[in-house]
Structures are given as structure tokens and as C-alpha cells.
């Protein structure tokens, strides 16, 4: 007898919660020997969504992680994966964008051990903004330019992993999370599914254009150095147009006098000069920013109540 789980995090879904869980319901017949389990993840909900899992959590099926306050997905899919005791281990949004139904086929895939895990990414950016589309693929486009670790386009975060992956996956106790690549850094062979992208079942997307900003720059500073490369070749570069600046200059003087003028492009100069240098501190800031969150070793997460600390 196998056992899947699945962890689903949640914040403020409580429109959805149920008929996430119903719909897990209907499949279950489709499987033979093997048992569920839904871990949902409270990730600080300030809406029903407690109430809703305590209320579900009476199934046999059902068990929950409840955060003290919101500590985002990436949070929340970790404790999902700690809680997990399933053989195969499967991360699920809520809203039903990521089809229970597809669970059958990935299962397949897996027993047929061919590969360890099996993700899904989606082929259309259909019903998404024109702007973030641009946004997703020109990101898409430098993250994978400077990094080692192969960032899919378009992938989800809905997966199907076995527990040796799911092991390695928890392996990774780093602060600043970002799963697209953890997955990918990892290894193990993974089999990519396709799907048409699915609009929510209700409730609303937890995601502003603002929100997908930053954490497009987090996943950069989580996987390449490229940038801080940058700001070196830039100082090396710098270095070498000043010295021709210099040798044109004295060139010059020697040979014509030193007439005074060449305020305007002095200010230009000193002006771009004195950005670059920001933005190379400021790029240096991002990665100690890092650094210093790491080296604190804060929990990912912390838990307020389980379903073993519910009261009857
Ligand atoms: N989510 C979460 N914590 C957050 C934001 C989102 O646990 O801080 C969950 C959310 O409940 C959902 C999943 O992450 O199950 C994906 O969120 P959403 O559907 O809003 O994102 P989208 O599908 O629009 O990218
Ligand atoms: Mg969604």
C-alpha cells in the first residue's frame, strides 16, 4: 500500500478550501492500494481558513500546520514537505489551478521508476496581464542567462516528488527560499507535463505585479553571483577608460595648453560615475542582506496548533 500526500498551502482561501478537498474526494477511486493525505498549511489566514481545516481535519484524511502569521508559500510548502509521511509527496495550490485530476498520470509516471519526480508547467500565459507576461519571460530569459541552475519557464510549483526527493528537498534548510530552483538544484530526473493554464475556482490571486517583482530579484540572489561579476568587470572597465581619459588629457594639455572648459561633461561624467557606484553598492547590499538574514539561522516558519492540538 503507497501513500501520497499532499501539502496545499493556503492564505485566505476559504472560498476554495472545501472544494479542493471535495475534488481530492472524486479522484481517490481512480487509485488502487493507495492512501491520501492532505497536510493543508495555514500560512496566517485572516479569513475562515482555520476554522474550514480544524472542520475537515475530523476526516481521517485531512491533517493541518497552522503558521502564527503569514510566512508566505514558499514557508509554508517547507512545513507542508517536514509534516509529510507519504511515499510520494505532491505540492498543491488550493484553488484547483493545479487539476487533482492530473494526479493519476504523474503517479503512473513515478511507479514506472523512471524518473524521481514529475512537475507540470504551463504552455499559455493565456488570461494573464500583457505587461507581467512580457515581465515573466524577459526574467525567465536572464535568470537562466545567469545561472547555473536551469529555471523552467512557466513552471509551477504543482509537483509530484518521491520521499528520497522530498529528503533532499528538506535538505536544504536555507532562509531565503525559492523552490523553482531548489527543485532544479537538487536533481533527480524529473518529467515535465504541459497543461493549459487554469483560472482560479474562486477567491482571489495573492500576487501583485509588485509582489512577483521582488521575488523574481530574490530568486536571482538566491541562485547567481552573476551580478556581483558585474559590478567587478564594470570597476575594471571603469578603471581602463579613465587611464585612456588620463593619457588623452595629458596628451592634449602638453600639446595645445590648458584651456578651462568641459564643465557640463565633468558633471555628466561624475553624475554616471556616481551611479554606477551605487548600483554596484547596492548590489552588493542585496547579497549581504542575504547573508545577514542566513547567518541569523531564524526559523523558516513557526507553528501555532496542528491538528494533534486541536481541543475535542
Ligand atoms: N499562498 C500562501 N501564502 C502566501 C501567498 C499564497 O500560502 O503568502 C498560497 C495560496 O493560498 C495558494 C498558492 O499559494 O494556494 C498560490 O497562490 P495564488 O493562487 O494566489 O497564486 P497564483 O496562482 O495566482 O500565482
Ligand atoms: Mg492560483
Known amino acids: 500500500m503507497k501513500k501520497i500526500s499532499l501539502v496545499v498551502?493556503?492564505?485566505?482561501e476559504q472560498e476554495v478550501i472545501k472544494l479542493f478537498y471535495d475534488e481530492v474526494q472524486k479522484i481517490k477511486k481512480d487509485f488502487k492500494n493507495v492512501s491520501f493525505e492532505i497536510i493543508f498549511v495555514n500560512d496566517g489566514s485572516k479569513d475562515r481558513t482555520l476554522e474550514l481545516m480544524r472542520e475537515l481535519s475530523k476526516n481521517d484524511d485531512?491533517?493541518?500546520?497552522?503558521?502564527?502569521?503569514?510566512?508566505?508559500?514558499?514557508?509554508?510548502?517547507?512545513?507542508?514537505?517536514?509534516?509529510?509521511?507519504?511515499?510520494?509527496?505532491?505540492?498543491?495550490?488550493?484553488?484547483?489551478?493545479?487539476?487533482?485530476?492530473l494526479l493519476k498520470e504523474m503517479y503512473e509516471i513515478l511507479e514506472s521508476k523512471e524518473y524521481d519526480s514529475v512537475a507540470t508547467r504551463?504552455?499559455?500565459?493565456?488570461?494573464?496581464?500583457?505587461?507581467?507576461?512580457?515581465?515573466?519571460?524577459?526574467?525567465?530569459?536572464?535568470?537562466?542567462?545567469?545561472?547555473?541552475?536551469?529555471?523552467?519557464?512557466?513552471?509551477?510549483?504543482?509537483?509530484l516528488m518521491t520521499r528520497q526527493m522530498v529528503d533532499s528537498v528538506l535538505s536544504l534548510k536555507e532562509y531565503n527560499r525559492f523552490s523553482k530552483g531548489i527543485f532544479s538544484w537538487v536533481g533527480y530526473r524529473t518529467k515535465w507535463l504541459e497543461y493549459e493554464n487554469v483560472e482560479r475556482a474562486a477567491g482571489e490571486t495573492k500576487w501583485s505585479f509588485w509582489k512577483l517583482f521582488l521575488y523574481?530579484?530574490?530568486?536571482?540572489?538566491?541562485?547567481?553571483?552573476?551580478?556581483?561579476?558585474?559590478?567587478?568587470?564594470?570597476?575594471?572597465?571603469?578603471?581602463?577608460?579613465?587611464?585612456?581619459?588620463?593619457?588623452?588629457?595629458?596628451?592634449?594639455t602638453l600639446m595645445f595648453g590648458d584651456p578651462t572648459s568641459g564643465w557640463p561633461s565633468m558633471v555628466c561624467i561624475m553624475f554616471f560615475i556616481g551611479g554606477v557606484q551605487l548600483l554596484c553598492l547596492g548590489i552588493m547590499g542585496q547579497y549581504l542582506s542575504k547573508t545577514y538574514l542566513e547567518v541569523k539561522k531564524r526559523p523558516i516558519y513557526i507553528v501555532a496548533e496542528t491538528e494533534k492540538d486541536k481541543i475535542n
Open 62 to 101: 485531512v491533517r493541518y500546520v497552522s503558521f502564527s502569521r503569514n510566512f508566505g508559500k514558499e514557508a509554508a510548502m517547507y512545513a507542508g514537505l517536514e509534516a509529510s509521511t507519504g511515499d510520494y509527496v505532491a505540492i498543491m495550490d488550493a484553488d484547483l489551478q493545479d487539476p487533482p485530476a
Open 122 to 159: 504551463r504552455v499559455t500565459r493565456k488570461g494573464e496581464p500583457v505587461i507581467r507576461s512580457f515581465f515573466a519571460r524577459l526574467y525567465y530569459k536572464i535568470i537562466n542567462k545567469i545561472s547555473k541552475t536551469e529555471i523552467v519557464d512557466g513552471a509551477r510549483d504543482f509537483r
Open 9 to 12: 498551502p493556503c492564505y485566505n
Open 216 to 252: 523574481s530579484l530574490e530568486s536571482i540572489v538566491a541562485f547567481s553571483t552573476v551580478p556581483l561579476s558585474i559590478a567587478s568587470v564594470m570597476g575594471i572597465l571603469f578603471c581602463f577608460v579613465a587611464f585612456i581619459i588620463i593619457i588623452f588629457i595629458i596628451v592634449r
